[in-house]
């Protein structure tokens, strides 16, 4: 498995995972416009097939944002999310940034626990964060 930076031509291969993955996925056009305002956008390929992505990017000066991580159900448990993490937080590292943040549905629990072993803590609960008014839970990760 390789993490390489995201090409226009995976968008096909990451709205399907994206679609797959998520009840309120980002439509194409938002993707393509986060990609295009220069946001870190990373992928996972094996035997040349993408089989999940990050999207991340600095959003204030020492504070990073990670807005979606998503791996092929088929390819889930085989470290690739771990590794795109690791491979993002490395970057963020690169750009001196000490403080990570993102959102996740209170609801999934795999990908809360997923981010507890990689480090994360819940910072707090945001009432109706999504479309469908469920509660996100907020997790933090300091990189001192």
């Known amino acids: 498995m390789i993490i390489r930076e995201f090409k226009r031509q995976d968008i096909k291969r990451v709205l399907e995972i994206e679609n797959a993955s998520f009840k309120d996925p980002y439509p194409p056009k938002i993707l393509l416009d986060i990609y ?3 946001a870190g956008f990373l992928v996972a390929q094996q035997d040349n097939i993408v089989v999940g992505y990050i999207i991340f990017w600095i959003r204030f000066e020492e504070e990073g944002h990670i807005i979606s991580i998503a791996v092929d159900d088929e390819y889930r ?3 690739v999310g771990s590794q795109l993490v690791k491979t993002a937080l490395k970057i963020f590292k690169r750009y001196n940034i000490t403080h990570i943040k993102l959102e996740v549905r209170v609801s999934n629990g ?3 626990q997923f981010y507890y072993e990689m ?4 910072k707090e609960i945001l009432k109706k964060y999504y ?3 469920e509660d996100a839970v907020l ?3 300091d990189l001192n």
């Open 119 to 122: 480090g994360f803590n819940k």
């Open 139 to 141: 997790m933090e990760m």
């Open 36 to 38: 295009n305002l220069g």
């Open 131 to 133: 479309e469908d008014f």
């Open 110 to 112: 795999s990908a809360i």
């Open 77 to 79: 448990r085989n470290n």
